[in-house]
């Protein structure tokens, strides 16, 4: 059984808007997807569904082997620490520094009081302390968040995300915010975590390069339906219906 499967789902949200319009697809562990499409295409709200941080309308999305529906309380937060998202502008507590952030990602694993009062056993804070460095990170341990660079706190929210131990990682425009050098080492630990802890991503993109040179498969959505999935090459052609305009590739 593949790791997720996205079953004939629909999202309209209450002022009418069609966000996603019968989408279907399956994943397997391990794979590094991009998903391409303009603004508004419905690709937020579709990782949004998957990690019910909004319903969908119709349709299911199973997560391994579970329907994600209709979960409530304790299943639902067992769910969600799965299942780690990273955020377009970062959503760290920028007051804090980094090794807090990053531990922020047990909260899921917490009660409520531990939560309130951050209480951490020293085993997680190790782990903190091996993924910052994994991520290059560091020197940077100690520092507030507020003082680093845009690559630098996007690093910090994939540190936070792999604190849960995830199995999904599902990446919301994780790069629009960055310069290209920024953006090339954010997708290269992307890439490298996945292949090497074989961790399930989704990633959301504008830039079709970025999704060619990293993608096991691409997926294209335009107008909240998947009109392309595929790993092959894409083409000029598909790339003009994906997006509803007319895009050169860039073939060097």
């Known amino acids: 059984m593949s790791q997720l499967m996205i079953k004939q789902v629909s999202k309209k949200y209450s002022n009418g808007t069609l966000a996603l319009s019968d989408i279907s697809f399956e994943v397997e562990q391990g794979e590094f997807i991009s998903i391409i499409g303009r603004s508004g295409a ?13 319903d969908v309308s119709q349709g299911d999305i199973i997560f391994n082997g579970q329907s994600t529906s209709h979960l409530k309380g ?4 067992i769910l969600r620490t799965q299942i780690g998202m990273i955020f377009q502008h970062y959503n760290l507590v920028e007051r804090l520094s980094v090794i807090e952030n990053v531990l922020h990602g047990r909260l899921g694993h917490k009660s409520t009081i531990e939560g309130l009062m951050g209480l951490f056993t020293k085993e997680e804070k190790k782990q ?10 560091e020197k940077q341990v100690y520092n507030r968040c507020d003082q680093l660079s845009g690559g630098q706190k996007q690093r910090v929210g994939i540190a936070r995300a792999l604190a849960q131990n995830p199995k999904l990682l599902l990446c919301d425009e994780p790069i629009a915010s960055l310069d290209p050098n920024s953006s090339t080492i954010i997708m290269d630990h992307l890439k490298s975590i996945s292949k090497e802890m074989n961790i399930t991503c989704l990633v959301n993109l504008h830039q079709v390069q970025v999704a060619l040179k990293y993608s096991d498969r691409i997926i294209g959505i335009h107008s909240g339906k998947v009109v392309y999935d595929d790993n092959k090459d894409i083409d000029t052609e598909k790339i003009n219906e994906i997006y509803g305009s007319h895009i050169e590739l860039d073939n060097r």
């Open 128 to 137: 903190a302390f091996k993924i910052i460095e994994m991520l290059g990170l």
């Open 42 to 54: 419905g690709k937020s709200s579709l990782l949004r569904c998957i990690n019910r941080m909004i």
């Open 74 to 77: 304790k299943n639902l937060r």
